[in-house]
């Protein structure tokens, strides 16, 4: 939804804005190195990454670096908006437009006017509004609900997504021409787990500001916590690592921050190796299913005269192949040809298959 407290009013544009942006590795540099580049012009910019990457920092690092610092930043999720009232937030309404317009609204291109307005999740906007985003890209002006004229307006537009939009303009569900004006100057900010080594530094930081927020002594974090921190996939990314290392700060005892105070993510670590355990052994099975012995590939009901082959005969090869497919275990022979277990150890004992074994 739309966050008030970040319209910006500073007096003057903040050079190292992006340093106050955690990370070292590689594809943290790029992401840096780009957005700094796209921060110096006013061409719209769309910034893409999973949930939890740092979209909003950056969108905010972007406008105090560029032109437009002292002027208003608007942040709006355009995936939480209330669906009826989408177009009245973002593009104003004249009073009487509807039943509980008793008043003249902006609307928050208008309240960004002469700064920078963030369209997070832009790939949740309804395809009727699509076209009045347009409008504003290209003609620099806002035609407010209910209302008797366009309202002029100056923003740099900068959107972000979770989302594929090339995918979602190929399926008809974004304006093509809107993508692409979008689409100016993309940034790809890389997941958590892609980026080698900034998980520590991101972690002593934040427990850090927890210690100090809470008033509590700085704390550390052991060789085997960060072991553990890196080792894990982080779906949630950087927002679920500040809120992990929270709870991790809350629990530990004494200064220092074990592996045992995350418990969450060591069950979910336990919980992904089962599993892979079990889909490993599926995929062996699935082997051993393929993997058909070289003396049952010709096997066939009939004999070369077309003639069939006798029930025992082609019983005997059922039992034979479910003895080498499933590794001599009888119980699930039995139950994979649908026949006792005592039937099956008197005819694999008459087939030698148990005295082989033996």
């Given amino acids: 939804m739309v966050n008030e407290s970040n319209k910006d009013k500073s007096?003057?544009?903040?050079?190292?804005?992006?340093?106050?942006?955690?990370?070292?590795?590689?594809?943290?540099?790029?992401?840096?190195?780009?957005?700094?580049?796209?921060?110096?012009?006013?061409?719209?910019?769309?910034?893409?990454?999973?949930?939890?990457?740092?979209?909003?920092?950056?969108?905010?690092?972007?406008?105090?670096?560029?032109?437009?610092?002292?002027?208003?930043?608007?942040?709006?999720?355009?995936g939480a908006l209330p669906a009826n009232l989408v177009e009245s937030i973002l593009f104003g309404h004249a009073k009487g437009a509807f039943t509980d317009a008793k008043d003249d609204h902006a609307g928050k291109f208008v309240d960004a006017d002469g700064g920078t307005i963030f369209l997070d999740e832009i790939g949740e906007l309804?395809?009727?509004?699509?076209?009045?985003?347009l409008r504003v890209l290209q003609e620099g002006e806002v035609?407010?609900?209910?209302?008797?004229?366009?309202?002029?307006?100056?923003?740099?537009?900068?959107s972000a997504t979770n989302k594929n939009l090339e995918t979602l303009t190929a399926s008809g569900q974004f304006r093509e021409d809107l993508y692409y004006r979008l689409n100016v100057?993309?940034?790809?900010?890389?997941?958590?787990?892609?980026?080698?080594?900034?998980?520590?530094?991101?972690?002593?930081?934040?427990?850090?500001?927890?210690?100090?927020?809470?008033?509590?002594?700085?704390?550390?974090?052991?060789?085997?916590?960060?072991?553990?921190?890196?080792?894990?996939?982080?779906?949630?990314n950087v927002r679920q690592l500040e809120n992990v290392v929270l709870r991790a700060v809350i629990l530990s005892?004494?200064?220092?921050?074990?592996?045992?105070?995350?418990?969450?993510?060591?069950?979910?670590?336990?919980?992904?190796?089962?599993?892979?355990?079990?889909?490993?052994?599926?995929?062996?099975?699935?082997?051993?299913?393929?993997?058909?012995?070289?003396?049952?590939?010709?096997?066939?009901?009939?004999?070369e005269n077309a003639d069939v082959y006798p029930i025992d005969y082609i019983e005997g090869l059922m039992i034979r192949y479910a003895y080498i497919r499933y590794e001599g275990r009888m119980t699930e022979i039995a139950k994979r040809l649908n026949i006792g277990r005592s039937t099956l150890y008197r005819k694999a004992t008459e087939m030698g298959l148990l005295d082989e074994e033996k």
């Fill in 11 to 78: 007096k003057s544009a903040t050079p190292d804005a992006f340093s106050k942006i955690i990370g070292t590795s590689e594809v943290m540099r790029k992401a840096i190195m780009l957005a700094h580049k796209g921060a110096e012009t006013d061409v719209p910019m769309l910034l893409e990454g999973e949930s939890g990457v740092g979209k909003e920092i950056f969108a905010k690092a972007i406008h105090l670096s560029s032109n437009r610092a002292d002027k208003p930043f608007i942040v709006v999720n355009c």
């Fill in 126 to 133: 309804p395809l009727e509004l699509q076209v009045k985003l």
């Fill in 143 to 158: 035609d407010p609900v209910g209302g008797e004229k366009t309202v002029p307006v100056d923003v740099r537009v900068i």
């Fill in 185 to 236: 100057f993309p940034v790809f900010l890389p997941p958590l787990n892609k980026r080698n080594g900034d998980i520590q530094t991101l972690a002593a930081h934040f427990i850090q500001k927890i210690c100090k927020k809470e008033d509590r002594t700085l704390k550390s974090l052991t060789t085997n916590a960060i072991m553990l921190l890196n080792s894990y996939h982080w779906p949630g």
């Fill in 253 to 303: 005892e004494g200064e220092m921050i074990t592996d045992k105070d995350f418990p969450q993510i060591l069950a979910d670590i336990e919980r992904m190796a089962n599993e892979n355990k079990k889909h490993n052994r599926r995929v062996d099975d699935l082997k051993r299913t393929l993997e058909i012995p070289k003396e049952f590939h010709n096997t066939s009901i009939y004999d």
